[in-house]
């Protein structure tokens, strides 16, 4: 069975203090990891795909990588405005998409 | 500039009573989506719609029928309510499957089934 897990639950950081949230995984043929953001009483909004090891890509403070296991969502510098609950899935090629619960991220000025 | 709208944004059920979300999409996106998102439970794929003519159970479907109207509009359909509905639902899209390409949702329908 296909499982995205995400860590930590949720994450309070002063603004400015950078930090990683994680998505492991373990889907069957992954074609693309996918990070959301979610902000309250909205839907998800898209960041970024990646769909291979060793791939990066970059918005504003964002960074997210890939690795055979796990990605990784850097946060730099945060503020106040990055607050929000972001949301990882794996995607296969014969269209299933699995969710994590994400991590609901605050960002203190 | 929509992107994927939804209507109702909030309803209030009585256990039994049947109601419909309505989802419509301006993208052209071939593939449109119905989740359901809980506390804890993360979103769940409900049904989906890989293509206009085509519809198709998802992870939780129980309760729950479909209609894909058009190429733009993906409307789901509670029959009888139940508590356990209540929840927040969202329509998405997207231009291939949602394995290979990103969804696109809609803002959401907050039900309570009381």
């Known amino acids: 069975e296909d499982q995205v897990t995400q860590s930590p639950e949720a994450l309070r950081l002063q603004e400015g203090e950078s930090s990683s949230l994680n998505c492991s995984y373990t889907v069957s043929g992954l074609r693309g990891l996918f990070w959301y953001r979610q902000d309250p009483g909205k839907g998800p909004e898209f960041l970024f795909t990646l769909y291979s090891a060793g791939e990066e890509k970059e918005k504003e403070r964002l960074k997210a990588t890939l690795t055979k296991k796990e990605s990784f969502l850097h946060i730099t510098a945060p503020k106040p405005e990055d607050s929000a609950t972001y949301l990882c899935?794996?995607?296969?090629?014969?269209?299933?998409?699995?969710f994590g619960q994400g991590t609901i991220l605050t960002v203190h000025p | 500039n929509a992107g994927v709208t939804q209507t109702p944004k909030f309803q209030v059920l009585k256990t039994g009573q049947s109601m419909t979300l309505q989802c419509a999409q301006d993208?052209?996106?071939?593939?449109m989506y119905w989740y359901r998102q809980d506390p804890g439970m993360g979103l769940r794929l409900i049904y989906y719609?890989?293509?206009?003519?085509?519809?198709d159970k998802g992870e939780v479907p129980n309760g729950y029928n479909v209609s894909r109207l058009n190429k733009r509009e993906f409307s789901l359909r509670l029959e009888s309510a139940a508590p356990s509905q209540t929840s927040v639902y969202f329509c998405?899209?997207?231009?291939?499957?949602?394995?290979?390409?990103?969804?696109?949702f809609g803002n959401g329908t907050r039900l309570t089934v009381t």
């Open positions: 719609s890989a293509s206009e003519g085509t519809t």
């Open positions: 899935a794996g995607g296969t090629s014969y269209g299933k998409l699995t």
């Open positions: 998405a899209s997207s231009n291939r499957g949602q394995g290979n390409s990103p969804l696109h």
């Open positions: 993208m052209n996106h071939n593939s």
